[in-house]
Nanobody, 122 residues
C-alpha cells in the first residue's frame, strides 16, 4: 500500500508565504508525475501545478510567477512554495502522485493525500 502525507498548511496574511510538503511512502518502485490540486468551498477541485519525474513543470495561470513546485525523487517528496499569497488562494490543497507500486506484481495508479488547509486572510 502507498500513502501520501501532506504538511505545511496554515493561516497566513495576504502577501505572505507558505511551503507545502508531501511525502509518499510504501511499496513504491517509482513515481511519474506529481501534482498539487486545491479545492475551495463550493468549488470543484482544480489543478495548481504539476511536475514530471524529469522535473518539467506546469502551472495554472492563476499561480504562475507566485508558486513553485519541486520534487526530490530520492525521497519521494513533492513541495509547493507559495509566495505573494492572495485571499483567493484559500483552499484545501491536495497532493497527487502517479505511482508505480508493487505487490505480487507491478501496477500503476494515482494516489491522493488527505489535504491540508491553507487560509489567506488578514
Amino acid at each position: 500500500q502507498v500513502q501520501l502525507v501532506e504538511s505545511g498548511g496554515g493561516l497566513v496574511q495576504p502577501g505572505g508565504s507558505l511551503r507545502l510538503s508531501c511525502a509518499a511512502s510504501g511499496r513504491i518502485v517509482s513515481i511519474n508525475d506529481m501534482a498539487w490540486y486545491r479545492q475551495a468551498p463550493g468549488k470543484e477541485r482544480e489543478l495548481v501545478a504539476t511536475i514530471t519525474s524529469g522535473s518539467s513543470t506546469n502551472y495554472a495561470d492563476s499561480v504562475k510567477g507566485r508558486f513553485t513546485i519541486s520534487r526530490d525523487n530520492a525521497k519521494n517528496t513533492v513541495a509547493l512554495q507559495m509566495n505573494s499569497l492572495k485571499p483567493e488562494d484559500t483552499a484545501v490543497y491536495y497532493c497527487n502522485a502517479q505511482v508505480i507500486g508493487y505487490s505480487v506484481y507491478r501496477y500503476q495508479r494515482g494516489y491522493w493525500g488527505q489535504g491540508t488547509q491553507v487560509t489567506v486572510s488578514s
